[in-house]
């Protein structure tokens, strides 16, 4: 799952949580929301986590200058 579905599942829970007053028969819309606002968070710091491995530090580069070049 990506950054943008996890910040996508946050945001329609908490839609679903506080800004609807829908009811439906057998379903709780304020615990799905709820719900899928926590799989979102787990999700973001899965997906950070993640990616803080995959960044590689790179050294440096250093300049070699060629002398053969400039003895010509």
Partial sequence: MSLGGCIILIAVGAILTFATDWEMEGVNLDLVGVILMIVGVIGALAFR????????????????????????
Wanted: no cysteine.
């Fill in 49 to 72: 986590s993640v990616a803080r491995r995959r960044r590689v530090l790179i050294p440096p580069s250093t300049t070699v200058i060629d002398d053969d070049r400039y003895h010509g």
